[in-house]
């Protein structure tokens, strides 16, 4: 098992900074690759990015290129999203997720799902 627990969801203004954290306790963190999904209000849930487990490959989805930067530290078992730039349309309920495949977790069918954190971005 692998618990997830995510943090630093909050209010920012539209073009503001959030930098959330996720902490992993339980099995090998480094034997995971780690990612961040969203949930918006009335849709379903998206991949926002994901690293592998060394943190040798990055992906984002389009929407976020640019603005978000995934990335991971194995000695604390924890994988952080920087966020800027935000917009309103970043709004949304955070996960973080672990699996041991990447392409699972970029389909959403990771094994392993923290609660979330909400990110509000006002326009």
Same mark, same amino acid.
């Given at each position: #098992?692998?618990?997830?627990?995510? %943090?630093?969801?909050?209010?920012? #203004?539209?073009?503001?900074?959030?930098?959330?954290?996720?902490? /992993?306790?339980?099995?090998? !963190? %480094?034997?995971?690759?780690?990612?961040? !999904?969203? #949930?918006?209000?009335?849709?379903?849930?998206? !991949?926002?990015? /994901?690293? %592998?487990?060394?943190?040798?490959?990055?992906?984002?989805? &389009?929407?976020?290129?640019?603005? !978000?930067?995934?990335?991971?530290?194995?000695?604390?078992?924890?994988?952080?999203? #920087?966020?800027?730039?935000?917009?309103?349309? &970043?709004? /949304?309920?955070?996960?973080?997720?672990? &699996?041991?495949?990447?392409?699972?977790?970029?389909?959403?069918? /990771?094994?392993?799902?923290?609660?979330?954190?909400?990110?509000?971005?006002?326009?």
């Amino acid at each position: #098992q692998v618990q997830l627990v995510e %943090s630093g969801g909050g209010l920012v #203004q539209a073009g503001g900074s959030l930098r959330l954290s996720c902490a /992993a306790s339980g099995r090998t !963190f %480094s034997n995971y690759a780690m990612g961040w !999904f969203r #949930q918006a209000p009335g849709k379903e849930r998206e !991949f926002v990015a /994901a690293i %592998s487990w060394n943190g040798g490959s990055t992906y984002y989805t &389009d929407s976020v290129k640019g603005r !978000f930067t995934i990335s991971r530290d194995n000695a604390k078992n924890m994988v952080y999203l #920087q966020m800027n730039s935000l917009k309103p349309e &970043d709004t /949304a309920i955070y996960y973080c997720l672990a &699996d041991g495949s990447t392409l699972r977790l970029r389909a959403g069918v /990771a094994d392993y799902w923290g609660q979330g954190t909400q990110v509000t971005v006002s326009s």
